[in-house]
């Protein structure tokens, strides 16, 4: 038996007795009750006001001479400390002699402990202490190891101690207060219960609280026989009183806070806290949940982390390898706090409490062993991956295969977060590298699905995994699309080259291979050489996979539009391929290339709606990287229906979704879009940055570079920089024709490079490109259209009429109403030109509306408004013709060479070259040669 010890301090058996002159103490209540109390005076003086006059009234009858027992039960957070230290408050105005002890389970084995708080905290005379003080000291003097020995001590000393207690009750009225006396030690409860025997007439009241009374077992039969017994019973709150406690405050939801509490005091003060602070955390409520548990006692509290684990009762036993009736009993009290509600916690947030006040080795055990019993009992693969994840642990033999598995259903069902999760653990766990090279494939293709730019990481441990031989062929194919996409072109040769050394591929990478030709040949024709090749037999049977096949159709169509031009059975397969696809885990590339086969075969029309949809599948589906990646698209689709504005928003959004760095060598398409649809809009300045932007190296050896050439040349050429702008256009077009890939609806790099030949005065050569455009244009009436719109713009004026015509008929067919507006403004410059100022009257109504309703301010600047007359003089931006002569003096002038330069290369005299100099100066309105523009034709549109 633990002895007691002399020179403790207040509370502990043996400690020195307080001066007599030492005011009252109060009951030793918890300091989670104490706040309750402070905070709760609706409820401890309205909700309470009943058990409290009970109380009141019968420590008036003990005062009077006519002892009495009082039992406060409750389940948890009911308010029964809060009564008994409103009882211990109210014994002070009869001069009564207070005793306050609380039972706890940590003492719950120290013998005489809660008798030697009784003792210790009571204001008694020196005599009377050292009394008490002598019998706990011979109390725990009983052996342990004599059983029979130790019980007849026991029962001497608590006989005594009942004396002692009797005794001071004459001279002053006592009240004996114990809260969760169920807790309290057996020979503390033994004398209180032989107390109660012998108070019948005494001035004694004992007023006890336990949460249910057959806790006490034989105790409370004891006490329930005797005539001056009180049984009092705590309830939780009704859902009117959870309404008058939240009424005053604005937003407040009694109704549902019922429904979480059960109306639990505690609780419901909690809630009503964190609603007057504004804490949407619920951080009051958490800590009273946690409270509650404390104040349940351990064997409650296991069963409650179980519970948050399990997220129910049945494995709750197995788990914590406990009795039934341990877990019924518990489970029955939490139930009654209001905690649970059949079996499972009221509300996720009480549950997310209790998991959150788990320790770091309690939380793994819980979690490993819950995974093991959900594993034995063929629960669903998600529930024992999810019991892994939070355990963070997969070391058992069948837990990787139960992660791959979850992982796999979890992309499926566009879980990829979680599939990122179950991956991440099982590559940490999993000691096979042949496997891990596996896991860090699937775990690159889910990452992909968000942000490609989290790859980089895993990259050099899959290129070290193919050094070793650890790697299969269809997943080196991945890897080598994905060192292309980060830019690591060398790195990607590598991984192809090392594919070509294998004597035997499987079906996996044979499959892979065969959409990776027609994938290559579409956006980085020049690594087709380094793939290997597949023979007939191979290649036929990757067709039979039907998901290879239609992959492999969508990348041929998107070929056959990149090459062959805009022929209809290549739309109509595009067409057909988007009705059969949707975006699961492996459809991404399809889809794209379909749309894009739509794309550049003239068809933006029917690629608009199916790339919407798509897109809004993405945005279900939480899947950024392929909104990014279809918004990029969506901004091609906007070029070419002409909507520059909303190209823009279109391209701005993809480089949103994915930050620049990582869309690796892709940023090409929404950066050229970009640069495309700011020409178009006349906001060269604003749509800067994207130019400046570091861009990789390997992006000029994709499809991607093209794109971003293309809207780099027209920018600098909208900037009047003509020269940067042809070397930009004619690098795109050298690649496309290096390439075959040489489809003008997808660049007509001719026009673009015509119109910098223009601008450079060299018209001739700059017809020969438009001519080689129209012969190339495959039957496209916008390529067409466009086309004529810049012939015209090297024929003189009578000409010029008829061409720009043509222009505008094709273009209101293709759908482009930009380009439609080009012409038109083209169209209505000429008729004025001419003198028919009539017309040009009309028709520049039309393509200033048509321009405003594109957003093209550089079109809407170069007309003038529907104000009288405005028709009749010079149109805003028109220049004066130059004559030949005049304009090749211009140029050389421009390009910094002196008169005497320019005359002795045009073979002229110095003074021929400085009248051509006045007239040049008069028509352009400039003072000097530094003035000087780079020269233009008028009608580069």
Request: aromatic content about 4%; glycine content about 8%; proline content about 5%.
């Amino acid at each position: 038996m633990t002895r007691l010890v002399a020179g403790r301090g207040p509370g502990r058996p043996g400690s020195p007795p307080r001066p007599p002159s030492r005011p009252p103490s109060r009951p030793a209540l918890r300091q989670t009750d104490r706040l309750t109390t402070e905070r709760r005076t609706v409820m401890g003086e309205d909700v309470q006001r009943h058990e409290m006059t009970t109380l009141r009234e019968l420590l008036d009858e003990a005062v009077a001479g006519r002892g009495r027992v009082a039992m406060v039960t409750g389940a948890i957070a009911t308010g029964k400390s809060a009564l008994l230290y409103g009882l211990g408050e109210h014994a002070f105005g009869h001069d009564a002699l207070l005793l306050a002890a609380t039972g706890s389970p940590a003492e719950s084995a120290l013998p005489l402990g809660v008798l030697s708080q009784l003792v210790h905290g009571a204001s008694m005379t020196e005599p009377d202490r050292a009394t008490a003080v002598g019998l706990l000291r011979e109390g725990a003097r009983a052996h342990p190891e004599d059983a029979p020995a130790g019980e007849r001590a026991d029962l001497l000393v608590v006989d005594a101690l009942c004396a002692v207690l009797l005794e001071l009750s004459e001279r002053r009225p006592l009240l004996v207060v114990v809260d969760d006396l169920h807790h309290a030690d057996r020979v503390s409860q033994l004398c209180l219960s032989h107390l109660a025997r012998r108070i019948a007439y005494a001035r004694v009241m004992l007023a006890f609280s336990v949460p249910d009374a057959h806790t006490l077992g034989g105790l409370h039969a004891e006490m329930q026989r005797r005539p001056h017994y009180r049984a009092i019973r705590l309830g939780h709150l009704s859902p009117e009183e959870v309404t008058r406690l939240a009424s005053g405050d604005a937003g407040a939801t009694p109704e549902r806070w019922h429904a979480l509490t059960g109306g639990n005091r505690l609780l419901v003060d909690a809630l009503l806290e964190d609603h007057r602070t504004g804490d949407g955390r619920g951080e009051r409520y958490a800590e009273a949940v946690l409270a509650c548990l404390h104040r349940a006692g351990d064997d409650t509290s296991r069963v409650a982390r179980a519970l948050a684990v399990l997220g129910e009762a049945g494995l709750v036993p197995r788990l914590l390898g406990e009795n039934d009736t341990v877990v019924v009993r518990a489970v029955q009290d939490l139930t009654r706090a209001g905690l649970l509600d059949g079996g499972r916690f009221r509300d996720e947030a009480a549950r997310s409490a209790v998991l959150a006040g788990l320790d770091e080795h309690e939380r793994v055990d819980l979690y490993r062993r819950a995974a093991e019993l959900a594993y034995r009992d063929g629960a669903p693969v998600p529930v024992v991956a999810g019991h892994l994840l939070r355990a963070g642990q997969a070391a058992e033999p069948w837990a990787l295969p139960v992660l791959e598995e979850a992982a796999a259903r979890a992309l499926r069902q566009d879980g990829v977060e979680s599939a990122i999760e179950y991956l991440v653990l099982a590559l940490r766990s999993c000691r096979d590298e042949r496997r891990r090279a596996r896991i860090a494939t699937v775990l690159v293709r889910a990452k992909w699905r968000i942000d490609p730019g989290t790859l980089a990481g895993h990259l050099a441990e899959l290129t070290e995994a193919l050094r070793r031989g650890h790697l299969t062929g269809g997943d080196a194919v991945v890897l080598a699309k994905a060192l292309l996409w980060h830019g690591h072109a060398d790195d990607a040769r590598d991984v192809l080259a090392h594919l070509r050394r294998l004597q035997e591929l499987d079906r996996d990478a044979v499959a892979e291979l065969a959409v990776a030709h027609a994938w290559f040949r579409s956006s980085c024709p020049s690594f087709l050489p380094h793939l290997p090749e597949l023979t007939d037999e191979q290649a036929g049977g990757a067709a039979h996979s039907l998901s290879a096949d239609r992959r492999t159709e969508s990348a041929d169509a998107l070929v056959r539009a990149l090459t062959g031009g805009p022929l209809p059975e290549t739309a109509a397969a595009a067409e057909r391929i988007l009705r059969g696809s949707r975006l699961d885990e492996m459809s991404m590339d399809t889809v794209e290339s379909a749309l894009l086969a739509l794309t550049y075969t003239g068809r933006a029309d029917l690629a608009a709606p199916w790339c919407d949809s798509f897109i809004t599948e993405a945005v279900s589906r939480r899947a950024p990287s392929r909104q990014a990646r279809l918004s990029a698209i969506r901004a091609e689709i906007g070029l070419r229906r002409g909507d520059p504005a909303a190209a823009a928003a279109d391209a701005q959004r993809a480089l949103e979704l994915i930050p620049p760095d990582s869309w690796g060598v892709a940023v090409g398409g929404p950066l050229g879009s970009l640069l495309l649809a700011g020409v178009a809009m006349g906001r060269q300045e604003e749509f800067l940055p994207p130019l400046t932007r570091p861009v990789p190296e390997a992006m000029l050896e994709t499809r991607f570079g093209l794109q971003y050439l293309h809207g780099k040349g027209r920018f600098h050429l909208a900037a009047g920089q003509a020269r940067q702008a042809l070397r930009d256009l004619r690098l795109c077009g050298e690649l496309m024709v290096e390439w075959r890939l040489d489809s003008a609806e997808f660049i007509a790099w001719r026009l673009d490079a015509a119109q910098a030949l223009i601008a450079l005065d060299e018209v001739r050569e700059a017809r020969l490109l438009v001519e080689e455009q129209l012969a190339r244009s495959g039957g496209s009436g916008r390529v067409q259209g466009m086309a004529l719109r810049v012939l015209a713009a090297t024929a003189d004026k009578r000409h010029r009429v008829m061409l720009l015509r043509q222009s505008a008929e094709l273009l209101q067919q293709g759908g482009d109403r930009y380009e439609l507006a080009r012409s038109l403004t083209g169209l209505t410059r000429a008729y004025h030109a001419v003198g028919e100022f009539r017309r040009a009257a009309v028709l520049g109504r039309r393509a200033r509306a048509l321009a405003q309703e594109c957003q093209a301010g550089a079109l809407s600047r170069m007309l003038p408004d529907d104000s009288d007359g405005a028709w009749a003089g010079e149109l805003p931006g028109a220049r004066p013709p130059l004559s030949d002569a005049e304009r090749r003096v211009a140029t050389l002038v421009a390009d910094g060479y002196s008169n005497r330069e320019v005359a002795a290369q045009l073979f002229i005299t110095v003074s021929t070259v400085e009248q051509h100099l006045t007239r040049v100066y008069r028509k352009l309105s400039v003072a000097r040669r530094a003035d000087l523009p780079e020269p233009l034709t008028g009608e580069q549109l």
